[in-house]
């Protein structure tokens, strides 16, 4: 096996178990990868990061957890803001262009979804802060990688 086989058992381990993927196969389903690929890396020892990190994102699993298993795996996860704080039309400011200056897409958004019933109102939002907060999870996940190959390099 490579120098890289005891980060990978680790690594993929802690991924398994966050997943709940009892079996290589499972996981490897999971990562998009054949059996027989995962297999191979396995024996090299070398992570698929480009599919470990959104898998890992998309299940809101702390990368510092994954790669380190030093903190619990939901720790670096955040709950949705909409989960604990219900966005409706009351938030929304009272003339969509204020924001116009800073971003003028926003105001744009904002204009939009004033004009719908606040059920869909509410249902919109909902949807945003979810695909927005899936993209803060991802960077903030590459940010950390990034920073993980500046460590290892030097």
Same mark, same amino acid.
């Given at each position: ?31 998009? +990868?054949? %059996? /027989?690929?995962? !297999? ?9 990061? =480009?599919? $470990? ?12 957890? +994954?790669? %380190? /298993?030093?903190? !619990? ?9 909409? =989960?604990? $704080?219900?966005?409706t039309a009351t938030q929304l400011p009272d003339d969509p262009a204020q924001m116009a200056g800073r971003q003028p897409r926003v105001a744009a958004l904002l204009g939009v979804v004033a004009a719908l019933s606040p059920e869909a109102q509410d249902a919109v939002l909902s ?28």
């Amino acid at each position: 096996m490579s120098d890289g086989a005891p980060e990978w058992e680790a690594v993929m381990g802690r991924l398994a178990d966050a997943t709940g993927a009892g079996t290589d196969a499972a996981l490897a389903r999971m990562l998009g +990868l054949s %059996t /027989g690929d995962f !297999a191979q890396r396995k024996k090299r020892g070398k992570i698929p990061w =480009d599919r $470990v990190i959104p898998l890992a994102g998309s299940r809101m699993v702390s990368l510092d957890w +994954l790669t %380190t /298993g030093v903190a !619990a795996p939901d720790a670096g996860a955040r709950r949705p803001i909409h =989960d604990d $704080v219900p966005v409706t039309a009351t938030q929304l400011p009272d003339d969509p262009a204020q924001m116009a200056g800073r971003q003028p897409r926003v105001a744009a958004l904002l204009g939009v979804v004033a004009a719908l019933s606040p059920e869909a109102q509410d249902a919109v939002l909902s949807e945003c802060l979810s695909r927005a907060e899936a993209a803060q999870r991802l960077a903030e996940l590459e940010r950390r990688l990034e920073q993980m190959d500046e460590q290892r390099r030097a």
